[in-house]
């Protein structure tokens, strides 16, 4: 398999991005002291992605997230997925868009732009479905242009068009751990989510079409909060997942690009500032992580990174009528996108990962 590496630069910051899933390999930032250290967790060779089952750094799709049951219906016929997670379906499939090799369109030391042609019944998802994504590293706070910060941003916007009635929820999946990617457990790093509600799910991590405030409960990480503070507590929405695994509804309204959430190690001093233009945004704590062997030899543990997953809302297909016709009935905009795509629309959307050093 023949997987290329690109890498931007921007000051003292690099990123490495494989072709192979469209993927983050690697970033480095430097630390309080100037020590660069590279805070995603990966592989070096391309092997290494086709045989590991995390979806490191990938781009996530069709659908990132789960669908309840492995099956949807759109304009009255069903569609059969894989249930590559229990009954479920998970991130787009067994051979989703993590396992593809993606085509370069373009691309310098700023920037790179890769695309992947998804044929119709690819996964088991109806339509011919033609994917961008367009990696950039900029200075400063692209987010929040005006905060005349220092650092520098990895923005990474996603396109797409479709000839039929479809499913679309990108997602980039990098898992971080902010003292390094092969500094073991990130339950001292502090994480802070700009999210007054979340969505409970079963336990089998499929939302149940609720959306509840996380007042009074551990998910409530409104302000910055280590991450394994709270971890462990007998709260259902904890123990389902063996951590944080949960989608949140990020407070402003969904296709505007607006502040997500902030991650910080005490430890090196590296805080990485969320900006999105989607609606939602999953914690994932790397309960599942097993002993993936990784850069250098690294054994990836339990809750060795954690991965800030800008998205749709987890099911959307199940429940986004159901929650459009109560935001009908009580006059306010319904709180996330339909995750259809039809043909003549085009899906677009925003991240902004702003690196910077508190001293």
């Known amino acids: 398999m023949k997987t290329e590496i690109y890498q931007l630069k921007c000051g003292s910051v690099t ?3 494989i072709t192979y899933g469209a993927a983050l390999q690697s970033l480095i930032v430097p630390d309080r002291d100037g020590t660069g250290k590279d805070v995603v967790l990966g ?3 391309a092997d290494g992605y086709a045989a590991h089952d995390k979806f490191m750094g990938a781009t996530a ?3 990132c997230n789960r669908i309840g049951g492995a099956e ?3 304009d009255g016929k069903k569609y059969t997925l894989a ?3 229990g009954e479920n379906h998970l991130h787009g499939g067994i051979c989703g868009f993590d396992k593809k090799l993606w085509e370069v369109v373009e691309a310098d030391d700023s920037h790179i732009v890769l695309s992947l042609h998804s044929p119709d019944g690819d996964e088991g998802y109806p339509g011919n479905l033609d994917v961008k994504v367009k990696y950039s590293l900029v200075p400063g706070n692209a987010g929040a242009p005006d905060a005349g910060d220092s650092g520098a941003s990895l923005v990474i916007e996603y396109s797409a068009v479709t000839d039929a009635p479809t499913l679309c929820n990108l997602t980039n999946h990098a898992y971080y751990n902010l003292n390094g990617h092969d500094a073991g457990s990130i339950l001292d790093q502090e994480i802070l989510i700009e999210a007054d509600e979340y969505t409970p799910a079963d336990s089998g991590q499929i939302p149940d ?3 509840v405030p996380v007042e009074g409960t551990p998910m409530d990480l409104r302000k910055s909060t280590p991450i394994g503070l709270h971890i462990d507590e007998d709260f259902d929405q904890l123990t389902f997942a063996g951590g944080y695994d949960r989608n949140w509804m990020i407070r402003g309204a969904a296709g505007q690009l607006r502040h997500a959430a902030r991650a910080y190690s005490p430890a090196s001093g590296i805080a990485v500032d969320v900006y999105t233009t989607q609606a939602a945004m999953q914690l994932y704590s790397g309960n599942f992580l097993n002993h993936d062997i990784g850069k250098g030899g ?4 339990w809750r060795s990174g954690f991965c800030l997953e800008t998205q749709n809302v987890p099911d959307a297909i199940h429940s986004y009528e159901k929650v ?3 935001a009908a009935a009580e006059g306010r905009d319904v709180p996330f996108p339909d995750p259809v795509l039809r043909p003549g629309m085009e899906y677009n959307e925003k991240t902004v990962y702003y690196y910077s050093v508190v001293k």
């Open 72 to 74: 949807f219906e759109i």
């Open 15 to 17: 990123a490495g991005i």
């Open 61 to 63: 799709g069709r659908f």
């Open 324 to 326: 459009a016709e109560q």
């Open 43 to 45: 592989f070096e060779t």
């Open 83 to 85: 249930a590559n997670d």
């Open 209 to 211: 079409g609720s959306i």
């Open 298 to 301: 690294t054994d990836y543990t």
